[in-house]
């Protein structure tokens, strides 16, 4: 069995003992029985699982997908009335070209996503509420920034259930240790086995720490037989109490989880040993060489945690917070994540997954058209650029605008309400219906706001 120190080890992954501590509430008779068996959608989906990539700290749309022709002209000059006082704009250093037969404006930094326009339903006017990067970042994965409230992979896996009951249906690879923490993947008021399983660590600044690897998935006392009879006992003994509680959901948490726990061994590891690629795959990726290989592995690990059936898997990278050096920091970062990107979505096309996989690109807000600190870019929570793809988007296209200067939204903006709806709706998920009960209310993830983006379903 799993000792209780791994459980302390892990206390946000699905398995965690976050499950055994009470933040699990009572679920439907149905779902007592059974929380992850594939559940049926409202109506028939466009996608069967999510990849976020996300990129903490807030990538500059400016430099990366927001092609600004009248910035750079007037790069130097004051910002505009009402603008930042004193502050001078400054236009993007690199070209922009137009791409594949859809003409898709897009950056010399990312020459390899590039090569896949065509594929890219790009989003140019996203909108937030938060300037700051915690309550950004909560309100991207959950909908909120004021409460604690269950993010957009448990909400999704708690509608669709998983594909594969050997593995958690919510993986998280390397999040962050700050920007929100474990509630950027937590279940809040949802049954804990719908939260998100940790793999890797994320420091403060979204920089991974450590290896890639799920600690004490093997028992090296116990063989698999005896695990199995000491598993029965003890749940057992929880069944029983909880038949005496009727309600309570710190047993409820620990029978799945527990459960869930015993199976992943022996599934897990097999799936997380990436020397069974091929090494042209490994190569295509960038595994084994800098600046690639970090998020390389991720990348290749999102895809098989996808093809073994995986519902919402993300993967994160950072630090994007670029207030200064601007010029040497972004091509940088970019320089980790072209490649692998690139190689995730050719690698998806090619297995025939990526038509029912939407795989989504972006960080937590933009960057201003000003300059800060002579080369940086401060925060831009009004309007900022996103990319998906697959999954049922419309491919080739753009979508909404900001202004001149890459201000602020100006047509058809996107508020992250709209977004969450969206991406339930391309699992087949209706935002109004996919509900909790929780506190005498009905709950749900765009709260009492949402529409979805017609303009992006393919």
Same mark, same amino acid.
């Given at each position: 069995?799993?000792?209780?120190?791994?459980?302390?080890?892990?206390?946000?992954?699905?398995?965690?003992?976050?499950?055994?501590?009470?933040?699990?509430?009572?679920?439907?008779?149905?779902?007592?029985?059974?929380?992850?068996?594939?559940?049926?959608?409202?109506?028939?989906?466009?996608?069967?699982?999510?990849?976020?990539?996300?990129?903490?700290?807030?990538?500059?749309?400016?430099?990366?997908?927001?092609?600004?022709? *009248?910035?750079?002209?007037?790069?130097?000059?004051?910002?505009?009335?009402?603008?930042?006082?004193?502050?001078?704009?400054?236009?993007?250093?690199?070209?922009?070209?137009?791409?594949?037969?859809?003409?898709?404006?897009?950056?010399?930094?990312?020459?390899?996503?590039?090569?896949?326009?065509?594929?890219?339903?790009?989003?140019?006017?996203?909108?937030?509420?938060?300037?700051?990067?915690?309550?950004?970042?909560?309100?991207?994965?959950?909908?909120?920034?004021?409460?604690?409230?269950?993010?957009? /992979?448990?909400?999704?896996?708690?509608?669709?259930?998983?594909?594969?009951?050997?593995?958690?249906?919510?993986?998280?690879?390397?999040?962050?240790?700050?920007?929100?923490?474990?509630?950027?993947?937590?279940?809040?008021?949802?049954?804990?086995?719908?939260?998100?399983?940790?793999? /890797?660590? /994320?420091?403060?600044?979204?920089?991974?720490?450590?290896?890639?690897?799920?600690?004490?998935?093997?028992?090296?006392?116990?063989?698999?037989?005896?695990?199995?009879?000491?598993?029965?006992?003890?749940?057992?003994?929880?069944?029983?109490?909880?038949? *005496?509680?009727?309600?309570?959901?710190? @047993?409820?948490?620990?029978?799945?989880?527990?459960?869930?726990?015993?199976?992943?061994?022996?599934?897990?590891?097999?799936?997380?040993?990436?020397?069974?690629?091929?090494?042209?795959?490994?190569?295509?990726?960038?595994?084994?060489?800098?600046?690639?290989?970090?998020?390389?592995?991720?990348?290749?690990?999102?895809?098989?945690?996808?093809?073994?059936?995986?519902?919402?898997?993300?993967?994160?990278?950072?630090?994007?917070?670029?207030? *200064?050096?601007?010029?040497?920091?972004?091509?940088?970062?970019?320089?980790?994540?072209?490649?692998?990107?690139?190689?995730?979505?050719?690698?998806?096309?090619?297995?025939?997954?990526?038509?029912?996989?939407?795989?989504?690109?972006?960080?937590?807000?933009?960057?201003?058209?000003?300059?800060?600190?002579?080369?940086?870019?401060?925060?831009?929570?009004?309007?900022?650029?996103?990319?998906?793809?697959?999954?049922?988007?419309?491919?080739?296209?753009?979508?909404?605008?900001?202004?001149?200067?890459?201000?602020?939204?100006?047509?058809?903006?996107?508020? @992250?309400?709209?977004?969450?709806?969206?991406?339930?709706?391309?699992?087949?998920?209706?935002?109004?219906?996919?509900?909790?009960?929780?506190?005498?209310?009905?709950?749900?993830?765009?709260?009492?706001?949402?529409?979805?983006?017609?303009?992006?379903?393919?």
């Amino acid at each position: 069995m799993l000792s209780r120190r791994h459980f302390l080890q892990n206390t946000a992954s699905g398995f965690g003992w976050l499950a055994f501590a009470g933040l699990a509430t009572a679920a439907t008779t149905a779902e007592k029985r059974s929380p992850l068996a594939p559940r049926g959608t409202h109506f028939p989906p466009r996608a069967r699982r999510v990849i976020f990539l996300c990129m903490t700290g807030a990538p500059s749309h400016l430099d990366l997908l927001d092609y600004k022709p *009248r910035l750079i002209a007037d790069s130097g000059k004051s910002a505009p009335q009402g603008r930042p006082g004193g502050a001078r704009l400054m236009g993007s250093p690199w070209r922009f070209a137009q791409h594949g037969h859809s003409g898709q404006w897009i950056s010399e930094l990312l020459p390899n996503l590039a090569r896949h326009a065509d594929d890219l339903c790009v989003i140019r006017s996203l909108q937030t509420g938060q300037p700051a990067h915690a309550p950004a970042s909560v309100e991207l994965h959950t909908g909120s920034a004021q409460f604690i409230r269950p993010s957009i /992979g448990a909400w999704s896996l708690y509608g669709l259930g998983s594909e594969n009951e050997n593995l958690p249906g919510f993986i998280t690879l390397a999040p962050p240790g700050g920007n929100g923490g474990a509630q950027n993947y937590g279940s809040s008021f949802l049954p804990a086995i719908y939260q998100g399983t940790r793999i /890797g660590a /994320g420091g403060l600044g979204g920089r991974q720490t450590g290896e890639m690897k799920l600690g004490n998935v093997a028992n090296p006392r116990l063989t698999p037989a005896q695990q199995r009879s000491q598993l029965d006992f003890l749940q057992s003994l929880n069944k029983n109490r909880l038949a *005496r509680d009727r309600f309570n959901p710190q @047993i409820e948490g620990a029978i799945d989880s527990f459960e869930l726990a015993f199976k992943m061994q022996s599934e897990v590891p097999a799936l997380m040993d990436l020397s069974r690629e091929p090494d042209s795959v490994k190569k295509a990726y960038g595994v084994g060489v800098e600046p690639t290989d970090s998020f390389a592995k991720k990348c290749l690990l999102a895809r098989r945690f996808a093809e073994a059936g995986v519902r919402f898997i993300e993967v994160s990278h950072g630090d994007w917070d670029h207030h *200064r050096n601007l010029k040497e920091a972004l091509p940088a970062s970019c320089a980790q994540i072209d490649q692998p990107v690139g190689a995730l979505l050719a690698d998806l096309k090619s297995r025939g997954l990526l038509e029912d996989t939407l795989v989504i690109w972006g960080g937590e807000f933009g960057r201003t058209p000003h300059a800060q600190n002579a080369d940086g870019r401060d925060h831009n929570n009004k309007g900022f650029s996103l990319w998906m793809a697959g999954g049922g988007v419309k491919p080739g296209t753009s979508h909404g605008s900001t202004d001149d200067y890459g201000y602020e939204a100006v047509e058809n903006p996107v508020p @992250i309400h709209d977004w969450h709806a969206t991406i339930l709706h391309l699992l087949g998920l209706d935002h109004e219906r996919l509900t909790y009960r929780y506190a005498g209310r009905d709950f749900r993830l765009t709260d009492v706001k949402g529409q979805v983006v017609q303009g992006v379903l393919g």
